[in-house]
């Protein structure tokens, strides 16, 4: 009889346990499902390379199945697999090598990464904004506006742009500054009252 209750009690608790191990499995199965993408995300968002974000991630769902009996008195799951996840991310942030590059590497690399950087978008940007700066330049006074567009547009020196004007290299170069302080103001202007960053 002593044996039957054996029996049956170890039968209860081999019962039990499988229940527990089912309902571990089920939360650990529904978190994974709910929560993958925001572990993911995380990961990315440390790391910035989608197969080690792939990789933190797998990492992030074994240490939960590791601790999974914690799993069950977690009030708010996702803040928790958040906090792992980030934490996983940035361990492997500090495992991977850095990658030295000598000056003439880093200049290139800095080089294509600009040209790559002239999409449609900018390059359109770039049209308004000249446009804009013709409109402003039209409108400076004329004798300021001759001596910029000489100097700028034509590229020549504040010499040959006071003999082209008829007037003294002091008097170009006190043109110019002025012209430049009165287009420094009015784009100033214009991005407070527009939002335009520069």
Do not use: C
């Not at 990315?44 to 069950?72: G, I, M, P, W």
């Not at 600009?114 to 004329?142: T, V």
């Not at 020549?156 to 006071?162: D, G, M, N, Q, R």
Request: no cysteine; aromatic share 6%.
């Amino acid at each position: 009889m002593f044996e039957k209750r054996r029996t049956v009690a170890e039968q209860a608790f081999v019962n039990e346990a499988v229940m527990v191990a089912r309902t571990n499995e089920d939360a650990l199965e529904s978190a994974v499902r709910e929560h993958a993408r925001l572990v993911y995300r995380i990961a990315y968002s440390a790391l910035r390379n989608h197969h080690d974000a792939e990789d933190a991630t797998q990492e992030t769902f074994v240490r939960v199945l590791r601790y999974k009996k914690k799993l069950e008195g977690v009030r708010d799951p996702k803040t928790w697999l958040a906090r792992i996840a980030w934490r996983v991310a940035v361990e492997r942030g500090r495992k991977r090598p850095e990658i030295s590059m000598s000056e003439a590497e880093t200049a290139k690399a800095v080089v294509e990464l600009r040209s790559q950087l002239a999409s449609a978008e900018e390059s359109a940007l770039g049209k308004q904004m000249a446009e804009i700066l013709a409109s402003l330049i039209a409108a400076l006074p004329e004798q300021l506006r001759d001596a910029l567009r000489l100097s700028t547009i034509e590229e020549l020196s504040p010499s040959e742009v006071a003999e082209v004007l008829g007037t003294s290299e002091a008097s170009v170069r006190s043109r110019l500054f002025r012209a430049r302080q009165i287009l420094k103001e009015k784009l100033s202007a214009l991005e407070g009252s527009y939002g335009i960053q520069r």
